[in-house]
């Protein structure tokens, strides 16, 4: 491990990074809503493209009338590394393209998609909308499964899957989330009746695309499921505004206020790094990060949130390494064939990076003597240093070459003591005990001016022979 990787030795970093690991913000969210009697209907072409129709809300369908769908449907295939692969040891099911079919189920009108904001969306941008598009239809037989994937991004406006539920009598199927079920257990075949109206209702399910998930085998009878890619909308419309105070939200907040407060984190400035917890979809050719105009999910939102209203500018950058150890923040996510060119003789790396604004990582230690160099503090690890296999998925729901998810990770920028504990005791006197306030107190006192904070350029140190 390079030296600027070692755990946060700081008891204060360390208690900050604990308190970022230890915050839960929502990443998954289901539920049930009723089927209104005149939205059950599912028009559909069988095989000699005649359409024919089933009634889910009238509680009467048949096993042989969901294999009629059976036979019309195709057998399903997933991504495997960039194929799309037919594998009945790891997807049995029937799928049908959105071509082939017609819901009158409207997810747009059931309040779905107000709960899935509110929840996926809980502390990012509010300005970003969520639309579903519809993506298909699955049929799970008896003995049917799709064992562990990440839905593939085919687009970088991918943010969230949501998975519906139509009723039909079945057992089993059920849906895992996070590693063997680590998130959630979705039963849905116990939710798709509801006892007390007797009556049949749909069951919901939507993660962030990244989150592992998998079917569990049909014990019996038929599950039919609506899959639905949810991306941001275009459009910037009027919306909730989402109030940020929360409990986890005030907790994290307190924990960077004491770290700003400390004099020994970083007194001439530098950065707090953060690895992301969740995956964006990039394109791995192209992408220009400060047009990173997706919304963060879940604990990476709130980590980003909380920078933005102590000034900690956060930014989204990818961690390149190269061959020597050397790390780099960069904006831009280069093709991989090119990177690996690079890694040839590991020189140019630094060459590219300082012509592409990026900047050489620095450790806990060290101090900026060029504006190349950033000593950055990592709050929490990075979870890949190395570019050139960008989270290639090996199991997604179908090949893409188009788009892969990267693991980026957040900078914030951490000025020089002075300049920060100002903005503190300016706009959050209320976030830090007394006593906090009375040490900065002190401790500025004492502290160099930021005149004498400044220090000279040494940029011959970074044409090293490297030129
Ligand atoms: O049908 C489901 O429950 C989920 C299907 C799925 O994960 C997918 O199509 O990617
Ligand atoms: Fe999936």
């Given at each position: 491990m390079a030296p600027n990787m070692v755990e946060p030795k700081d008891p204060i970093v360390a208690a900050l990074k604990k308190d970022v690991l230890d915050t839960v913000a929502p990443n998954i969210c289901h539920g049930t809503v009723r089927l209104d009697p005149s939205e059950g209907a599912l028009f559909y072409k069988d095989g000699n493209s005649e359409s024919r129709y089933l009634d889910f809300?009238?509680?009467?369908?048949k096993d042989e009338d969901i294999q009629r769908l059976v036979e019309a449907s195709e057998r399903a295939t997933f991504g495997r590394n960039n194929e799309d692969v037919l594998d009945e040891s790891y997807r049995k099911a029937w799928k049908m393209d959105i071509s082939q079919f017609a819901s009158q189920?409207?997810?747009?009108?059931?309040?779905i998609l107000d709960i899935v904001h509110d929840q996926l969306l809980?502390?990012?941008?509010?300005t970003k909308n969520l639309e579903a598009h519809l993506y298909k239809l699955n049929v799970y037989g008896p003995g049917s499964f799709f064992k562990p994937h990440v839905d593939t991004p085919r687009?970088?406006?991918?943010?969230a899957t949501l998975v519906v539920v139509l009723p039909t009598v079945h057992a089993g199927g059920n849906l895992l989330l996070g590693?063997?079920?680590?998130?959630l257990n979705f039963d849905s075949a116990k939710q798709v009746y509801d006892p007390e109206a007797k009556a049949p209702r749909v069951a919901f399910v939507a993660f962030y695309s990244d989150i592992e998930h998998q079917v569990l085998p049909v014990e019996s009878g038929y599950r039919v499921t609506l899959t639905y890619n949810l991306h941001f909308s275009e459009f910037d419309g009027p919306l909730m505004l989402k109030s940020l105070s929360s409990a986890s939200f005030t907790t994290v907040l307190k924990s960077f206020a004491t770290a700003i407060a400390s004099?020994?984190?970083?007194p001439k400035g530098g950065a707090l790094g953060f690895g992301l917890l969740y995956r964006y979809p990039i394109d791995p050719k192209n992408t220009n990060l400060r047009e990173f105009t997706g919304a963060l999910k879940g604990n990476d939102a709130l980590l980003r949130a909380v920078c933005k209203v102590l000034g900690l500018e956060p930014s989204v950058k990818i961690l390149y390494s190269g061959p020597s150890g050397d790390k780099f923040l960069s904006d831009e996510v280069t093709d991989g064939e090119d990177i690996s060119d690079l890694y040839g003789?590991?020189?140019p790396l630094k060459k590219k990076m300082r012509d592409a604004g990026g900047k050489l990582v620095v450790g806990y230690?060290?101090?900026?003597?060029?504006?190349?160099k950033l000593p950055v503090?990592?709050?929490?690890?990075?979870?890949?240093?190395?570019?050139?296999?960008?989270?290639?998925?090996?199991?997604?729901n179908e090949a893409s070459l188009a788009f892969m998810y990267g693991d980026l990770v957040l900078v914030a920028t951490f000025p020089p003591y002075r300049q920060r504990v100002q903005h503190l005791k300016e706009n959050?006197?209320?976030?830090?005990?007394k006593k906090i306030l009375e040490d900065i107190e002190e401790v500025l006192k004492d502290f160099p001016g930021e005149d004498e904070e400044e220090e000279e350029e040494?940029?011959?140190?970074?044409?090293d022979g490297y030129y």
């Open positions: 809300t009238s509680g009467a369908l189920f409207d997810v747009s009108k059931t309040g809980h502390y990012s941008k509010s687009s970088d406006k991918l943010f590693e063997n079920g680590a998130l004099p020994s984190i970083l003789d590991g020189v230690g060290d101090s900026a003597s060029s504006s190349f503090v990592w709050v929490t690890q990075p979870s890949k240093m190395v570019t050139t296999d960008i989270a290639y998925m090996a199991y997604g959050f006197p209320q976030v830090l005990p040494d940029s011959d140190e970074d044409y």
